[in-house]
């Protein structure tokens, strides 16, 4: 247990010079909780409404090893299946003869199979389940976690395609957190044994780093599940890869070499690697490539609703990522760069890399892109119709969407200003009535890679959305705005799934979690965890609104422990992180099991203050910005709460968080502890150092 509690119990260990004696306190949030607790993980509905299939965790305490960071708990997910036809039905494991270690995948496009990964061990599996009889047929594959793309599509209901890694080691997302210590020690022993160096030589030539050993490849796998048959399609440094419409071909990029650094820009994370463009034709086995050589980036890979083309972000070699350009590319491999006028695809002093990238999609044949006019801020959506003027579709909507709820022929379906809209070649028309506002329900995906979340989204023509009273609403291309059930969803709860007939709910009651599901003909629970925490009592939080230190109104959050009045809390904790703020909003056991969280500071007796830190202009990153945002957050907590122990109070943070709670230990005495969790202490020294998963994995 100890070892389990290393990464919360550094903050006990620090706040004890802030303490001023026992005192009594209420049944409050304990780490002891925290890795008792059960949690729900994932949930999704088959595409024909029959099965729901969701995800369920152990005892957090239960889990057989922690080395694999916060996916340790993978071993202990198991997964639960619930019969939809079925009025009263209630959830049965999914695969009954399994240990857990299961997670769910996506299903086939007819809702009878559901793609599944097993970890046993050090081993990571595909396979693949029969619903109906719940029989699962193991591949034998294991997967890989790409970051940037895809790891699995259907390309009908009996062919799948699988990103896989051929040497059936874990994923490097897995490896992360406990790989590097391993392969250190085998490094070691190789040495020891006279048979090879233990090394990490990185050659820099002309600005390109290469390893002396190149990384793990891996295979893209198509499997008939029909005959049994399997046909390896690619092989190399796979990045990703799209499945088109009509099952016929795959987009594949792979890696092609490091690219060069470039002296006179600094890029933190720059795409490593060119990569090129392939389009496997699967009928006939052969292979098409761009009529130019091009360097594709990430995160936009989209095929056309009737698969004749591809939509990407690519340059030329050498070229700088804001010198490309958007691209058609045709099923044939002709490239056709599409004009897209004064419009610039990144904010102002951003570059397109790892994490972030190009939005784009199709309306029909016509490209659509979120984009925003040179020297101008808002982003909208344009349509590029060759021969034609580029046409904003959304710039006389108060709010712009920033990502698309379905895409269907030549329609395009979003949510903005509280309505559901449509645009199409003849213009923009709302679809749902003027004084019942809407929003998106946006389902959680943690896992989910960057180009699955913003440019891959759904080709049908409806949506799914809450009401103002917390309805779930199916709306569509035809102006009708139908209630899945009688049910409302309370404010708290979330969404996990959500189709034209149910959606799963997941709500709260302190620690209490109640999953539900809502059907036409009513609403019921379904399943339950950690009811045994029923008597513990979260923090109380309150909104601290102020001026931030450029002037503008803002608001911080604080924490209170219950039962404990302010003049009796044992001191007051300022979590920092710039860029982000700490609201209270509850986020379940799966996020309380990691990190420094407010919650467990004020079970222990402290008041706790997330003070609002934006980073949004010139000048927000400076020490004197943090501790002038820092003391308007806490001086606004005095101020409603005069009574609280100004002169007890701690600056902590974890990661950047640390590096800002050291750098205002170099500026302000104010404060009498300063916490810096895996902080960095030097920010120069620390560019380009190898971290030890970096060096050996």
């Not at 070499?257 to 795409?271: K, L």
């Not at 016509?366 to 580029?390: I, K, N």
């Not at 009796?568 to 860029?579: H, L, Q, S, T």
Request: hydrophobic share 40%; proline share 7%.
């Amino acid at each position: 247990m100890i070892g389990r509690l290393q990464h919360h119990l550094w903050v006990v260990a620090a706040l004890l010079c802030l303490a001023t004696g026992a005192h009594a306190q209420t049944r409050s949030l304990t780490v002891d909780d925290i890795v008792s607790t059960e949690a729900f993980g994932r949930a999704s509905i088959a595409p024909n409404d029959a099965w729901a299939i969701y995800e369920k965790r152990g005892p957090y305490d239960t889990a057989p090893r922690f080395d694999l960071g916060p996916r340790s708990q993978w071993a202990i997910m198991d997964l639960w299946l619930l019969d939809l036809r079925r009025a009263g039905a209630v959830p049965e494991r999914l695969l009954p003869g399994e240990e857990p270690g299961l997670l769910r995948g996506p299903w086939s496009p007819s809702g009878d199979r559901l793609l599944v990964q097993r970890l046993r061990g050090d081993r990571l599996e595909f396979g693949v389940v029969d619903v109906a009889d719940r029989t699962v047929r193991w591949t034998g594959l294991a997967p890989e976690m790409p970051t940037a793309g895809a790891q699995a599509e259907w390309a009908s209901d009996d062919r799948l395609v699988l990103l896989t890694r051929p040497d059936g080691s874990l994923p490097w997302l897995l490896a992360y957190y406990g790989g590097s210590q391993a392969e250190t020690g085998a490094a070691w022993r190789r040495t020891a044994e006279g048979r090879r160096p233990a090394r990490t030589v990185v050659d820099t030539r002309a600005g390109v780093a290469a390893p002396e050993t190149a990384g793990a490849g891996q295979a893209l796998v198509l499997i008939d599940l029909t005959s049994g048959v399997r046909r390896t399609l690619a092989r190399g440094q796979i990045r990703d890869f799209a499945v088109s419409p009509d099952g016929t071909r795959v987009a594949l990029l792979s890696g092609d070499g490091p690219t060069a650094v470039r002296p006179e820009v600094i890029v933190q994370m720059a795409v490593p690697d060119r990569q090129r463009l392939r389009i496997l034709n699967l009928p006939d086995e052969g292979e098409t490539a761009p009529s130019v050589e091009l360097d594709v980036a990430p995160h936009l890979l989209r095929w056309s609703p009737e698969s004749e083309a591809l939509l990407v972000w690519a340059r030329r070699d050498g070229q700088r990522w804001e010198e490309g350009g958007l691209m058609r590319i045709g099923r044939a491999g002709a490239a056709v760069e599409i004009s897209r006028g004064d419009l610039a695809v990144r904010p102002a002093g951003t570059e397109i890399d790892t994490l972030r990238g190009v939005q784009a999609d199709w309306m029909g044949a016509t490209p659509v892109l979120y984009s925003r006019p040179v020297g101008g801020d808002r982003f909208d959506w344009y349509a590029l119709a060759p021969g034609r003027p580029v046409r904003n579709l959304t710039g006389d909507l108060t709010g712009a969407p920033s990502r698309l709820a379905a895409v269907n022929g030549d329609t395009l379906y979003y949510f903005a200003d509280s309505a559901f809209w449509a645009s199409d070649a003849t213009g923009r028309r709302r679809l749902t009535p003027i004084g019942q506002p809407v929003s998106e329900i946006m389902i959680g995906d943690i896992e989910k890679p960057f180009r699955l979340r913003v440019n891959d989204a759904p080709r049908r023509d409806w949506a799914t959305a809450l009401g103002a009273e917390g309805e779930v609403l199916v709306v569509n291309g035809a102006s009708e705005r139908r209630r899945v059930g009688p049910a409302r969803v309370s404010p708290e709860a979330r969404v996990l799934a959500a189709s034209a007939g149910a959606a799963i709910a997941l709500d709260h009651m302190q620690m209490v979690e109640t999953l539900s599901v809502v059907r036409p003909d009513g609403a019921r629970p379904l399943d339950q965890v950690n009811a045994g925490l029923a008597d513990v009592a979260l923090a109380g939080t309150e909104p601290l609104d102020h001026d931030d230190a450029f002037g503008r109104p803002t608001r911080s959050w604080l924490f209170l422990p219950r039962g404990v009045s302010p003049s009796a809390v044992r001191g007051i904790v300022v979590e920092v992180y710039p860029g982000s703020v700490d609201t209270g909003a509850w986020a379940g056991p799966l996020a309380l099991t990691y990190g420094l969280r407010a919650s467990v500071l004020a079970g222990g007796g402290y008041a706790v203050i997330s003070p609002s830190m934006p980073n949004d202009r010139d000048g927000s990153d400076s020490v004197d910005f943090y501790v002038r945002s820092v003391d308007a957050a806490v001086d606004a907590a005095l101020a409603v709460h005069p009574d609280l122990p100004r002169d007890r109070i701690a600056i902590a943070g974890h990661s950047f968080g640390g590096t800002v709670a050291l750098a205002m230990a170099g500026r302000t005495t104010r404060y009498r502890s300063y916490i810096s969790w895996a902080g960095t202490s030097e920010m120069f020294s620390k560019w380009g150092e190898f971290a030890p998963v970096t060096r050996i994995l």
